[in-house]
């Protein structure tokens, strides 16, 4: 029984562990809390960036950019004079990427001048970054001639550019390799022309004639001999119609054919050049009723 004014509860000691213990834990909340806070901060004022030389391979390969840096780089790299050293590291370093030595492996020694170069396909690597891009480069070649240069024999290379996507542009990421650049056959499935038709062919041999007279000369000529609703632009005087040396025309339906031509043009002076072409005939009807194929395009 409570005596008058004892407390209904009664206080123990506490020890000096749990004193500590509260204390530590609690100072330990207080120092998340605090580090939670700071790191926050940070991340509002200077958020975590990714080093610009990182790039995602996600997009597609930007293969226009590359070819213009392939070509240009593929120039420079294929340029060099021996009268002239530093001429080429400053043209190389326009497209190599920085780091790199823009000698790009050229001993110092002898002189070429690439001046036209034609990119082709460019290979991407799974990895979205890299690829290599084919280009056909003209170059001029010179030996050395007493104090000067004799002129050597212009030819074709083909090499290929290895290049590389950054965060700023595409780089040509080291120097190209030679590959060969030879001819090759027509695949054995070509398609064919189809079967000729004599007497079409015999029939319309002058009206042809006259078409590539009219071909070589003006814009009016032609429109005179082309089928009706037709429009075909004419060589403007470029060359002369020299001959027909072969006219063929296929079968097919009551309203169109295919024709091939073999053309001799007259260049300046003795020169000509013969070339072969595929035309579109269409059948036209005259007032009179008369009936005729002309040319409807040519290719």
């Known amino acids: 029984m409570l005596e008058p004014g004892q407390t209904p509860w009664s206080t123990e000691p506490e020890s000096s562990f749990s004193t500590w213990a509260r204390r530590f834990f609690r100072g330990l909340v207080v120092v998340v809390l605090l580090l939670a806070a700071i790191s926050g901060i940070r991340s509002w004022i200077a958020p975590n960036k990714a080093p610009e030389t990182v790039v995602s391979g996600q997009s597609s390969f930007p293969a226009d950019e590359s070819r213009a840096v392939a070509t240009r780089y593929a120039v420079s790299y294929l340029s060099w004079d021996e009268n002239n050293p ?10 190599l990427a920085a780091g790199l030595d823009s000698r790009a492996g050229w001993n110092g020694r002898g002189k070429q001048t690439a001046d036209v170069a034609y990119p082709g396909q460019v290979t991407a690597d799974s990895n979205g970054l890299t690829a290599v891009v084919d280009v056909r480069v003209r170059v001029h070649t010179f030996t050395r001639l007493g104090k000067g240069w004799k002129t050597g024999p212009v030819v074709w290379e083909r090499v290929s550019v290895p290049v590389a996507r950054t965060a ?19 695949p054995d499935n070509m398609p064919s022309a189809g079967a000729p038709d004599d007497d079409l062919t015999a029939a319309t041999q002058k009206d042809a004639e006259a078409f590539f007279g009219a071909y070589a000369e003006s814009d009016n000529k032609v ?3 082309t ?9 403007n005087g470029a060359v002369r119609f020299g001959e027909l040396k072969d006219w063929q025309v296929y079968t097919g339906n009551d309203d169109e054919r295919r024709a091939t031509a073999a053309v001799t043009w007259d260049g300046v002076g003795d020169t000509t050049l013969d070339q072969t072409y595929t035309l579109t005939l269409r059948r036209t009807v005259a007032t009179d009723g008369a009936e005729r194929w002309q040319v409807a395009a040519v290719g």
Not at 168 to 186: E, M, N, Q, W, Y
């Open 86 to 95: 530093d001429a080429r590291p400053a043209q190389v370093g326009l497209d």
């Open 168 to 186: 700023a542009r595409v780089v040509a990421s080291g120097p190209p390799t030679f590959v060969p650049d030879v001819r090759a056959a027509l």
């Open 223 to 225: 429109s005179a001999v």
């Open 227 to 235: 089928a009706p609703g037709s429009t075909i632009r004419s060589l």
